[in-house]
């Protein structure tokens, strides 16, 4: 198994520009997660999803969209790029059935907006 | 959203033990958990805890559970350099579909 991928590891935006970043999974879980990471302040939700078609909002949601077409592809859309979404990007997986609840994380994507 | 609070830095000699404390707030939360992250990489499980349960011992790691204050304490023995990493707390309450995290403890391990 791969586990969770992120696709890129890096990315420069300029102000106004938008990008998605890919997320996948191969372990055939229901849940499916996208975390920024600020420095010092620890993980902030964006997004979550409890299964194929059903998306939901976290704590920090404004300026990105999200979409789940498949159990194995999570996406984050930012449009109109700002330099508050610089940070690194997490997405993150569980199977709620399993007896811990456990979240598997991918590398991450490190995000500037210039 | 739920509070989960950490110190922001912990430094401890090689060899010595290291805690890292954690207080949260959703008293309803089944579970609770220690994930590492070092640098440039995602976050790994290191365990996790059963709300029932006082006490978890894995190898070198201690989970310390105090349901009354909502107190959760992580302690590492013989702390080695290659524990040197941000260390973050998190809680899944009953009540809810998305997990909790702390700000993370950076622990430095001074050789």
């Known amino acids: 198994n791969a586990g969770v991928t992120q696709t890129p590891k890096f990315r420069i935006l300029k102000i106004g520009q938008s990008m998605t970043l890919q997320c996948a999974q191969d372990m055939n879980h229901n849940y499916m997660y996208w975390y920024r990471q600020d420095p010092g302040m620890g993980l902030k939700l964006i997004y979550y999803s409890v299964g194929a078609g059903i998306t939901d909002k976290g704590e920090v949601p404004n300026g990105y969209n999200v979409s789940r077409s498949t159990t194995e592809d999570f996406p984050l859309r930012l449009e109109l790029a700002a330099p508050s979404q610089t940070s690194v990007y997490f997405c993150?997986?569980?199977?709620?059935?399993?007896?811990?609840?456990?979240?598997?994380f991918g590398p991450g994507t490190r995000l500037t907006v210039t | 959203g739920e509070d989960v609070e950490q110190s922001l830095f912990l430094s401890v000699r090689e060899g010595d033990s290291s805690v890292i404390n954690c207080t949260y707030t959703d008293s309803s939360s089944t579970y609770l958990y220690w994930y590492k992250q070092e640098p440039g990489a995602g976050l790994q499980l290191l365990t996790y805890i059963f709300s029932n349960m006082d006490m978890k011992q894995d190898q070198r790691l201690t989970v310390l559970l105090n349901k009354k204050d909502k107190h959760l304490s992580l302690r590492i023995a013989d702390t080695q350099t290659g524990d040197s990493a941000i260390y973050f707390c998190a809680e899944f309450p009953n009540t809810g579909n998305q997990f909790y995290f702390g700000t993370g403890t950076s622990l430095t391990v001074i050789p």
């Open positions: 993150a997986s569980s199977y709620l059935a399993a007896s811990s609840y456990e979240q598997y």
